[in-house]
């Protein structure tokens, strides 16, 4: 925590280029609790528990893309003073990195060394390495005879991995009646309900510990996944702390990946502008996966009448998906948007005034009336026009996402010493769970936040939700939110009781107790009223308010047309989030989706070898991802009109922004790009196709 | 990674005399150690000795980088930091700056050596990853071929199809440079002599003899030079083409110039046809230029998915050459 450094960084930023987000939220003006330990170091993540007496432990996995593992020769390895246990069985083998067993030993040095010294006879078998090995150009044809214009062609989008900077796996410490468990997880809770088995104990005699995660995106709900449950046998089996974390190759190969897609696409439109027809045919790459390559168009922000959808889910020899920020959505946005873009070109209809008068819901019409100032829109040039060496281009993409509260425990403990805990279960992947459930606690009590410490991340505290669906915040505010109420009721009477008087001309502002409005008691000394047990205030539940997560992108770019590259230069990133509790982590939210948009749309690509099915870029160095010279300058706009309670966050920034790009490049070259990412090469291909 | 001994001369003789030992399975240099540390990560090396050169110096060394006169004089051990941040080299050698600003990322380039940088091995994703035994590595197969071969060569390869990764390689190479060496017959390979192609040979990618050291780099001062890389990205990338050029103006007007591409090659490949094309070019004729550096892809054979290279190199000759001509602000606008 903050308090533990000697570093002193001041913690309130005045804010310099978004003044339009001031005053709207619960905190304007706190950055991040935990910024400073995680910058420090001082925050301990599972991937830095190395106990004492460890033991660690690695898949053994197979290294091509279809393959069968016919024979085992682990004698050498055997050998290896330090390597406590081999386990690999022959199998038929679908993916790059799918295991085979597992070599554990008192070092991850030794397990590297095991591995190599490993006999393993592989039979290479054939390979499909993506979508149309199997689906050749399905060609979409729908009822399109009212239409004036047809407009037809194909999209598609790579296996995006989440490559999470802390990778899978954790550790488990097993004293055989007890045991703790550090994970690195978006569910603590439910760790806790899966680790038990492998465990062999109780949900009484463990507890599950996740105070930090290095990043998820989706990848790690849904239980403790195979790595920890591995760690807690072998732990059990040798009483040792068991550490098992991928290494990056594993990470890029085998934990999950936003599916490709493939979107063939006919739409017919009337000279007005509306859509009256067509079909939309859309493949999942799923890789070995079954289900999970859904791609969410038609959106269903746009009035579309009369367009057939169909989805198939296509196989190949690759690692299968997971959930990966807002699951089939960027991928659909892409198509969706640009598909409106070449459309709305082809009836000489702007763009904006195209999608603007296509959406449904009003909101989105506000929105783009907003953004189209903020970039400029009216400094956009007609698609197709310019000649010139470097180009400008504008786009705009839409977004959408639902708001759930599937219900989460909270708690808040005023203690006899002032001081007061924010407790919750849940985890913070880097959504600032920690700073928001500091900020609602005091907010609902009225004292500085400075008064609290927040607990999260340990399955003994009332549990929360796993940090999918952008669940989060929208459960845990509302909830800390009422406990803290709560406490603060239980307080008040306490000293209405003590003073003879009616507990509701009791308040508290700013860290003092006001009576019928004047000052009462400090608040330290109105907590030294209580007993030494403090009080506590809980609540499982919390009022969600109304409104979705809706936004609108709209991105400048500049183009070079002739070394074929993008550069994004200005993003307006205008997205509804309700009420928002901490201004700065909800602007860091909403860069963070964008930044993420940005690279899928321009670097990111799991790259297999066409011939046996390897992964050729399993790093960080061939699977780019953006760095500081890609960014463009992000403008976060917190749109609170209309709504009340909190909003869903994490993943509904990430949609649009993709499809803005593209379709900004678009505008500026006058050919549309297709096919993501959008490296020179396909850039300087565009430009030839326009050109003839 | 196996257990290694460390080692550490006090000079580039005694470094020599240890990587030519022969009671040791497998001696290597280590200066910044950055290479050396991917492939001991990657299981693709297994040394049994490190010969540590990171703090050695040669004897003449005056400091990390000295220009006095006709000689620009850059230590073996110098970062690409020390170069980047060079304000003599800035004037006296300035495609060297540009080469090394461009590369990696700050972090690296403050550990990263001249030498090292010269010297380090190819980033193709089939050499790089142990589950493939290729030509390079003693194997029977360059997977490049019929594989993934968006990144290699569109010049001088087969067999194999790397490209070079360096980019001072190619601007040091415009800078008619000379690599000096210990322990061996000669005292210095001139750096067009420092690489071969891989018909000449797979296993390794330079001519340096067994178990010499290189303890410096000299080059001619080149004030009219400038680099140019293409990247896909900006941060922490390789190039996709690259161009180092050298000229000699009168005014606008090229009397001379010197150009050689990275990226496009298994060595830093010299364009002369394009050197010819741009005698008598005045850089400030946009369409006379352009039309000199068009032919610098010429002969290229490009694989089944580098046939942008084709497309890219002419940009990037061009560009380095606006930038040698001290017309950077034209570049990119």
């Known amino acids: 925590m903050a308090s533990d450094t000697a570093v002193s960084i001041p913690t309130n930023m005045p804010t310099t280029n978004r003044p339009m987000n001031l005053g709207q939220s619960m905190d304007d003006n706190t950055s991040r609790l935990d910024g400073v330990a995680k910058i420090t170091g001082a925050a301990k993540y599972s991937s830095d528990m190395i106990l004492p007496n460890s033991l660690f432990a690695r898949f053994v996995r197979c290294p091509f893309g279809a393959a069968s593992l016919e024979s085992v020769d682990d004698a050498d390895a055997k050998k290896i003073d330090g390597v406590i246990e081999i386990d690999i069985q022959p199998k038929e083998c679908q993916y790059d990195g799918q295991p085979v067993g597992h070599v554990a030993a008192n070092s991850p040095m030794l397990v590297d060394r095991a591995i190599k010294a490993l006999n393993l006879k592989w039979k290479k078998l054939p390979v499909k390495t993506q979508i149309t090995d199997t689906v050749k150009e399905e060609i979409a044809k729908g009822d399109v005879k009212d239409a004036d214009v047809t407009f037809a062609a194909v999209y598609s989008t790579p296996v995006q991995t989440h490559s999470s900077l802390e990778t899978h796996g954790g550790v488990v410490d097993h004293h055989g009646d ?113 289900g999970g ?63 603007r008068k296509l959406v449904k819901d009003d909101v989105y019409r506000e929105m783009m009336d907003m953004g189209a100032k903020l970039i400029g829109w009216s400094d956009r040039k007609e698609t197709g026009t310019q000649k010139s060496a470097m180009r400008t281009g504008y786009g705009i993409g839409t977004g959408g996402w639902g708001s759930a509260n599937p219900g989460g425990n909270a708690e808040v403990v005023i203690h006899q010493d002032g001081s007061v805990e924010s407790r919750t279960g849940t985890q913070d992947i880097g959504t600032g769970q920690r700073t928001t459930m500091g900020i609602c606690t005091a907010d609902s009590i009225g004292i500085p936040l400075s ?59 700013d860290g003092v107790v006001l009576r019928k409005g004047e000052k009462f008691l400090a608040w330290k000394d109105a907590c030294a009223k209580l007993t030494p047990d403090g009080v506590t205030g809980s609540a499982s539940t919390g009022d969600g308010g109304k409104g979705n997560s809706q936004g609108v992108q709209f991105i400048k770019v500049v183009v070079d047309c002739e070394t074929g590259i993008v550069h994004p230069k200005h993003v307006i990133a205008i997205q509804s989030c309700g009420r928002v509790i901490c201004r700065k982590t909800a602007e860091s939210q909403i860069i963070g989706g964008v930044i993420q ?17 390897a992964m050729v870029n399993p790093n960080l160095e061939w699977y780019k991802i953006l760095g500081p010279n890609d960014m463009p300058h992000i403008e976060p706009v917190l749109w609170w009109h209309g709504q009340t309670g909190v909003k869903s966050l994490g993943e509904p920034p990430n949609i649009p922004t993709a499809a803005a790009l593209a379709c900004a490049v678009y505008n500026a070259i006058g050919a549309p790009i297709r096919h993501l990412p959008m490296t020179p090469d396909k850039v300087l291909k565009a430009l030839e196709g326009a050109a003839s | 990674m196996n257990s290694f001994a460390i080692a550490q001369p006090k000079s580039y003789e005694d470094a020599s005399t240890l990587a030519k030992d022969k009671s040791y399975r497998l001696a290597v240099i280590k200066a910044g150690g950055i290479d050396l540390l991917d492939h001991l990560k990657e299981g693709l090396i297994d040394p049994d000795v490190l010969i540590d050169v990171r703090r050695v110096r040669a004897a003449g060394a005056k400091a990390p980088i000295d220009v006095s006169g006709d000689t620009v004089r850059i230590e073996a051990g110098t970062t690409l930091a020390e170069i980047a941040h060079s304000a003599e080299l800035a004037k006296a050698a300035p495609a060297l700056v540009y080469a090394v600003e461009s590369a990696a990322s700050p972090q690296v380039r403050n550990a990263a050596t001249a030498a090292g940088n010269l010297l380090q091995r190819p980033r193709c994703w089939y050499y790089r990853n142990e589950q493939f035994n290729c030509l390079k590595k003693g194997g029977a197969t360059c997977f490049a071929v019929e594989g993934e071969n968006r990144y290699h060569a569109i010049f001088g390869d087969g067999p194999c199809h790397i490209v070079h990764p360096s980019n001072l390689a190619p601007a040091l190479w415009v800078c008619d440079a000379t690599v000096h060496i210990v322990g061996a017959e000669q005292p210095s390979i001139p750096i067009r002599y420092l690489y071969h192609t891989p018909d000449k040979g797979v296993r ?62 298994p060595i830093p490949w010299e364009l002369r046809n394009v050197a010819s094309a741009l005698r008598g070019v005045d850089v400030a004729d946009d369409a006379a230029l352009t039309k000199a550096c068009a032919g610098a892809s010429a002969g290229a054979k490009p694989m089944t998915d580098n046939g942008y290279k084709v497309k890219l190199l002419p940009v990037a000759v061009k560009r380095a050459v606006l930038i040698a001509a001290g017309r950077k602000a034209e570049v990119e606008s």
Not at chain 1, 597 to 613: P, Q, T, V
């Open chain 2, 204 to 265: 390794s990618e330079n001519n340096l003899p067994p178990g010499a050291v290189i303890t410096h780099i000299t080059c001619k001062p080149a004030k009219a030079s400038g680099f140019y890389a293409i990247k896909e990205k900006q941060s922490f990338d390789w190039p996709v083409v690259a161009a180092a050029v050298a000229l000699e103006l009168d005014g606008t007007v090229i009397k001379s110039a010197v150009v050689c591409a990275g990226a496009v090659a």
């Open chain 1, 178 to 290: 007890k045991a703790t468990v550090y994970a690195s997880t978006q569910g603590t809770s439910s760790v806790r309900d899966g680790i038990g088995e492998p465990l062999g104990l109780k949900a009484s005699d463990f507890e599950v510990i996740c105070e930090y995660v290095g990043g998820g995106f989706g990848s790690k709900l849904g239980g403790p996944g195979k790595e920890l449950t591995l760690a807690a046998k072998l732990s059990q089996k040798f009483k040792r702390p068991a550490y098992v974390m991928c290494n990056r190759a594993d990470e890029h190969l085998d934990t999950g990946n936003r599916p490709s897609s493939m979107t063939s696409v006919q739409i017919g439109l009337k000279k007005d502008g509306s859509v009256v027809g067509g079909e939309i045919l859309t493949y999942g790459g799923t890789g070995v996966g079954k």
């Open chain 1, 451 to 509: 008064f609290v410490t927040v607990q999260i991340g340990r399955s003994t505290l009332p549990p929360g939700p796993g940090s999918g669906g952008s669940v989060t915040s929208p459960t845990t505010a509302p909830t800390m939110m009422a406990a803290a109420a709560q406490a603060k009721g239980k307080l008040l009477d306490v000293l209405a009781k003590g003073s003879g008087g009616d507990a509701n001309e009791f308040s508290v502002k």
């Open chain 1, 597 to 613: 948009g940005i690279s899928y749309a321009m670097f990111e690509n799991k790259i297999l070898d066409r011939n046996n099915g």
């Open chain 1, 293 to 355: 390559g859904g791609v969410s168009i038609p959106s269903g922000r746009y009035n579309f009448q009369n367009v057939n959808k169909k989805h198939t889910d296509v196989s190949f020899n690759g690692g299968g998906p997971r959930p990966f920020r807002a699951p089939g959505h960027p991928q659909a946005a892409f198509a969706e948007e640009l598909m409106l873009d070449e459309a709305a070109a082809l009836i000489g209809m702007d763009p904006f005034t195209f999608k």
